[in-house]
């Protein structure tokens, strides 16, 4: 091996000695040849050097091969990006499954089978000669780079007994007391997130944890180096942020894969919402709940806190952080700096400084709307200059905009019983969908969606997304030394659950979409260059790589469950200037709006009439009244164009009710009282949604054919 090769950072297969003796790698050399980590490179910039594929000729893109990694089954989603090394990809399926796969053939080297169940993962990691990967029951495995063979297998202890923080270093802060800390009563959630690998060390998560935890393991064993709780116990900081002992299932878990400052000695964690029984209930967890919402600078060795940001004080919304931040170094007003930049649900990004987290472009604790009962923090940090969303309900954009009846809001409107509508949503602004920085462009490319949510304090802990409403996205270009969008072009579709940006050197970006479409766009304005179809909904980042002389973009379409139920697959791809492996056939595309799963019932078989207020039960009308969402019988009715249908207030309901179609306006009944009724002829072919003025969330459609 060159010395050359092992230092950069596409060596990341460079033996621990050598590394052990050389300076410390830049967190920001751009992926060349190889792709050899999930983000590209240790700034998780999702950026390519290779530059082969252009604006002007990527017509010719098709596909090299196309591989079904688990014979064409699909029961799960695939979530899992691809990692290139030395011409080889690694990748691992929900099935439990990890491939090593032939990057210029798609023929399969070898498959390690853990039998250990399905479950999500998002990403192995490669160093050392090993594959390292996670299996359901919280296992971590390191497997022969080569063979395939499995080397270590550990079982990460979430148990009852382990002292809080346990492991070498115990994950202190240093403002921690040295009290002894109480044993833990967490379960374990799972280890769905990336792995990372950095100088013999391995860094992951428990993602959706009642307690979070981000771990550090020695690469060349699995044992425990180091753990960081993302509510802290107590003794340690932040704990009294929290309302008596909330913090035990507090959430704040790492969902993504860390940033690393490799000269700084810095990782960089995003923590997720706060629990402590309910996301949307903030009423028994007083405090600022650190770290949920939050970035935390976590010294690489030791896992202490260095400093963090909040975010999101006391979230009530849902408005966590999922996303893997990114490291750049940019001009800000003449003068270099290193920033870490990361977004969240809100729709907007927060730029710092990576070496004390000191915003780089203003951020604004701000006044917002209070409720005493939720224990809302007076202020929200807001950063100044543009959003990547709309951070209010209000009609301007695709999808902003709420079926009537519900009362809205802006992003910190409070919420109790009565839901209130907010945008981006739970399921919007940018979740744990990839971010790319252009190092020539300077500019951070990413992913949007717009899908808002209805929040009430109790409604199972997290806030639902209006029947009948429509979902959109979009993908932005933004400055994070000015706080501006440069460019911006909407999409039908959301792009913030896992459809991730890469951007190269040749000027082209690459995304997928939830019907299945891998799109080529033009880095300097996001217009449309190139489509392909997949076979399956693609929620995952592309990774570019190169062998011999030719370059290769790849890719993993599987579906996904959030925020649409979009097509699953286990369809890995490779693409090449001149591939000649045609497209598939497009699958079903999700509903654009969100969805009524009620089967269809044949106008002609009721009467062409629709009970309001009263369930649908094995092809009856429900006895008593109701306000469920579902409470229209039935709730999805076909009937030919030029129907007459009737919407009944039966007799034995208590109160008045009303049908308001949306949002097309064809009418809207005004009360309905009891034993009354409304009629509509329906004329056109379509699909029309209505509620209830009683109560928005009841919600039936009717399809016209």
């Known amino acids: 091996m060159k010395i050359a090769a092992a230092l950069s950072l596409v060596g990341f297969t460079a033996i621990s000695a050598l590394a052990a003796s050389a300076p410390a790698p830049s967190c920001c050399t751009p992926a060349g040849r190889d792709f050899p980590k999930v983000g590209g490179n240790y700034g998780n910039q999702n950026y390519s050097a290779l530059a082969q594929i252009t604006p002007a000729n990527i017509g010719k893109l098709g596909g090299a091969w196309h591989v079904h990694l688990e014979g064409g089954l699909n029961p799960q989603e695939q979530q899992s990006s691809v990692v290139a090394v030395d011409g080889v990809l690694y990748v691992e399926t929900t099935q439990g499954n990890v491939y090593a796969v032939n990057g210029a053939t798609g023929a399969i080297n070898w498959v390690y089978k853990g039998g250990f169940g399905p479950q999500l993962r998002r990403g192995v990691a490669v160093g050392e000669g090993r594959v390292y990967t996670a ?122 894969s860390p940033a690393i400052d490799p000269k700084l000695g810095l990782l960089y964690w995003t923590f997720g919402n706060a629990r402590g029984g309910a996301p949307t209930d903030g009423s028994g967890r007083p405090g600022a709940n650190l770290f949920a919402n939050s970035l935390v600078a976590i010294d690489l060795k030791t896992g202490k806190r260095k400093w963090h940001f909040q975010s999101v004080h006391h979230d ?99 919420h109790l019983d009565v839901p209130v509508v907010q945008t981006p949503g739970t399921g919007g602004g940018m979740t744990w969908n990839a971010i790319s920085f252009d190092p020539k462009t300077k500019l951070i490319y990413t992913g949007y969606g717009i899908v808002n949510s209805g929040h009430v304090q109790h409604n199972g802990g997290v806030g639902f997304r209006p029947l009948g409403e429509e979902r959109s996205g979009g993908i932005a270009a933004f400055d994070p030394a000015t706080h501006k969008v440069v460019w911006r072009r909407e999409n039908e579709w959301s792009l913030a659950h896992g459809n991730g940006i890469l951007t190269t050197a040749g000027g082209v970006m690459f995304i997928g979409q939830p019907d299945g479409q891998l799109l080529g766009l033009a880095i300097k304005d996001g217009h449309q260059l190139w489509r392909f179809q997949t076979g399956a909904g693609v929620h995952t980042s592309p990774a570019a790589y190169q062998i011999g002389a030719t370059e290769y973009v790849s890719v993993l379409a599987g579906g996904n469950g959030l925020p ?49 207020a009263r369930n649908w039960s094995s092809g009856a009308v429900g006895a008593a009244e109701s306000n469920s969402a579902n409470a229209m019988a039935p709730q999805n009715l076909r009937v030919p164009a030029g129907t007459t249908v009737t919407f009944l207030n039966p007799t034995g309901n208590s109160k008045a009710h009303c049908v308001t179609q949306f949002y097309e306006g064809l009418f809207s009944s005004g009360p309905i009282a009891p034993g009354q009724s409304f009629k509509f002829t329906f004329n056109t072919p379509g699909e029309y949604f209505y509620n209830d003025c009683a109560d928005p969330r009841t919600t039936g459609k009717v399809v016209v054919y």
């Open 135 to 256: 299996f359901a029951g919280n296992r971590i495995a390191a497997l022969n780079q080569k063979t395939g063979a499995l080397i270590w297998l550990k079982a990460i202890d979430r148990g009852a007994t382990r002292p809080f923080g346990g492991g070498r270093a115990g994950g202190r802060d240093p403002d921690a007391s040295p009290a002894p800390r109480p044993v833990s009563t967490d379960p374990g959630g799972t280890l769905k997130t990336p792995i990372t690998y950095y100088d013999g060390m391995l860094y992951f998560g428990t993602a959706d944890a009642a307690r979070g935890t981000g771990y550090a393991v020695h690469a060349d064993t699995g044992e425990i180096a180091w753990e960081f709780w993302g509510p802290p116990g107590p003794g340690e900081f932040g704990n009294e942020t929290w309302g008596g002992d909330q913090w035990r299932t507090g959430g704040a878990a790492p969902w993504m």
């Open 564 to 612: 649409y139920n979009s097509p699953r697959g286990d369809d890995l791809w490779g693409f090449v200037l001149g591939g000649t492996v045609p497209p598939s056939p497009a699958p079903t595309p999700p509903p654009h709006r969100q969805p009524i799963l009620a089967a269809a019932v044949e106008g002609a078989a009721v009467n062409n009439t629709v009970a309001i």
């Open 316 to 414: 009530i919304w849902d408005m966590d952080n999922v996303m893997s931040p990114v490291l750049a170094d940019v001009m800000v007003k003449g003068k270099l700096r290193h920033i870490v930049v990361y977004g969240s649900k809100v729709g907007m990004y927060y730029v710092l400084d990576r070496t004390d987290g000191s915003a780089i472009t203003p951020i604004v604790e701000t006044p917002v709307p209070q409720e005493p009962i939720q224990n809302t923090w007076p202020t929200q940090p807001i950063p100044q200059g543009d959003s990547i969303t709309p951070q209010c309900v209000n009609g301007e954009a695709p999808a902003s905009k709420a079926p009537p009846g519900y009362l809205t809001g802006c992003l910190f409107s409070t």
